[in-house]
């Protein structure tokens, strides 16, 4: 099970934490990623990390929040976060997490979403002056 946190509603130029808390499920799978849909368009792969023991980890930004998002994780609490700097109406989506069990390599660019096994089911996030 993954249950997201953290959306809601920010000014342009904003931040905002996103949480993606997993349970049932604590080994086995090799990334978390962060997914977002806007009303009438397409989901989009938004950024994903990987998932092992250890300290060295690989990450994953589309274009569209390079320099602006941050992906993390805490593995004592099974937790991935997503910072959002810099918050732009294009920003506003509804926001979902997803495990998944394929390698790593198979995952980018985030198109594949039959690759990705859990869902979560998403949090809001509306950038609006």
């Known amino acids: 099970q993954l249950m997201e946190s953290g959306g809601g509603l920010v000014q342009p130029g904003g931040s905002l934490r996103l949480s993606c808390a997993a349970s049932g499920f604590t080994s086995g799978y090799s990334a978390i990623g962060w997914f977002r849909q806007a009303p009438g368009k397409e989901r989009e792969g938004v950024s994903c990390?990987?998932?092992?023991?250890?300290?060295?980890?690989?990450?994953y930004y589309a274009d569209s929040v390079k320099g602006r998002f941050t992906i993390s994780r805490d593995n004592a609490k099974n937790t991935v976060y997503l910072q959002m700097n810099s918050l732009k109406p294009e920003d506003t989506a509804a926001y979902y997490c997803?495990?998944?069990?394929?390698?790593?390599?198979?995952?980018?660019?985030?198109?594949?979403?039959?690759?990705?096994?859990?869902w979560g089911q998403g949090t809001q996030v509306t950038v609006s002056s």
């Open positions: 997803a495990a998944a069990r394929r390698p790593w390599a198979e995952l980018l660019p985030m198109r594949s979403f039959q690759n990705w096994n859990y």
């Open positions: 990390i990987s998932i092992r023991d250890g300290n060295s980890y690989w990450t």
